[in-house]
C-alpha cells in the first residue's frame, strides 16, 4: 500500500516538543498528513567557534528523543543539515501548493530575512509559510505606550505584561493529542550524525526540564544565592530551545511566585526592546554611551575569560560558564559588571564569549543584560551602577561555598591577588561614563 503523501509540513525550531505546541497544533488542527522537520542550519551552525558545542549537542539528543516518539506512533521526524531556503525551495517544488507551519521568530536580522525569504518562495508555488507565536506569551509590537512608542522601561512595560497574562492567554494547545495527524511512513530524511555536521558530541550534561512547587514558592527568597542548589529552576536553556512550554510554566508561576513570573517578563520585555530597536546588538541603547572610551586590554579580558581576575566570586562564576555552559543570575550580574566597569571592556567583549558559551544563549536577553550591566542600556540613569564584586560575593556568597565549589585554590599561595584596586576602577569607569555624556 502507498504512503499517503505530506499534506503539510511542520518545522521544528525553537519549540523542540511535542506537547503544549502551538504552530505544531495549529497544523495538525488543520491537517491530516502533516510532516515534522527540523533543519541544521549550516549558515548559522558555521559561524559557532567550538565543535563540541553543547547546544548543537543538546539539540541533536532532543530530535532523537522526538524520533523516537514519533517511530512508535509509525512517523519519523525528518532531518536536513544545510541551508533552510535551498530545502524549502526544493520540497516547494515537489509538493503543489506546500503549507508549512512554524514558531514565529522575532529576532532582527537573519531569523526575520529567512522567513521572508522562504515565504516569498513557497508563494511563489502557490503555498504559505504559516508563523504561529509559541515561545513568547506576548509578542513584540503587542505592548505599546498610548501614543504608540514602544515601552523602554522595564516596570510600566511589566504592568502591561502582566495584565495580559490571563488565563485564555496561558491555555494550552493540546498537539500530543492530534499526532495520530502526523504523517506516516519512514524518513526520507534521516538525522545524521554529529560529525556528519562538523561536530562532536560535548560531554556537558543538561538538566532535565522540571522544577518543583517549592522551588518556585522559595524563588523570591533564593533566588539570588548560587551556593543553594533547587535555588533557581534552572530552566533558561529548556525555554531557549522550547523544550518547555513557556505557557506551562507561567500557568505554575502565576499560582506560586509572582517574582519569577516577572522574571519570565524581564525575559520578553528584552524581546520586545530588541524588536523594536535592532541597532542595540551592535550599538548602545542610548547614542552617547558609543563614545565611551573603552581601555579593551586583551591580556586582562583573557584572565576574565578563564576566572583568574583575583576576585573570588568573579572567577568561579566564569569557571562556572566555562564547565557547564551555565552561570547563576546573580552571578553574571557581577562578572559583566566587572568586566564593563573594573576593567573598561567593551559589553560587546562580554556578549560575544557569553554568547560562544552559555546553553541558555538567547539574542534579545544577552543583548540587554550586557548593556544593563554597562550601563549603556534602556535603563533610568544607571551608568553609575558598579557592583563591588567583594561585597556582593558577602552578601550572596557569604560561607564561601559557591566560590570554594568553582576556585578550589582560593586562599592559598596559588591565587592570584586582585587584577585591580575596585575603587580605583570604579573612580575610572565614572570619569570616563561621565566624558562620553559630555561629549568629550
Known sequence: MRTPSPDAFFWFRRDLRLEDNAALYTALSRHQQVQPVFIFDSGILSKLQDRDDARVTFIWRQLQSIDVKLRKLGST???????????WTARAREYPSIQVYAGQDFEPGYPLERDNRVQEILKAFGGALHLVPDHVLVPPGEILQPNGQPYTVYTPFSKQWLSRITVERLKEFPSEQLLDHIAKGPARFQIPHLKDIGFTESAIEVSAPEVTDQTLKDYHKNRNFPALVGGTSRLSVHLRFGTISVRQLARRARSLSETFLKELGWREFFMHVLYHFPHTVERAFRSEYDRIAWRN?????????????GFPLVDAGMRELNTTGFMHNRVRMVVASFLTKDLLIDWRW????????????????????????AGTGCDAAPYFRIFNPTLQMEKFDPLGEYVRRWVPEWGTKDYPAPMVDHEAAKKRALEAYQKARRGE
Do not use: K
Not at 586590554?297 to 581576575?309: A, I, K, N, S
Not at 562580554?350 to 550591566?373: C, H, I, K, P
Open 77 to 87: 521526524l525528518w532531518v536536513w543539515y544545510g541551508d533552510p531556503v535551498t530545502f
Open 297 to 309: 586590554d586583551p591580556e586582562e579580558f583573557e584572565r576574565w575569560c578563564l576566572g583568574l581576575t
Open 350 to 373: 562580554g556578549e560575544s564569549y557569553f554568547a560562544r558559551r552559555l546553553l541558555d544563549f538567547e539574542l534579545a536577553s544577552n543583548v540587554g543584560n550586557w548593556q544593563w550591566a
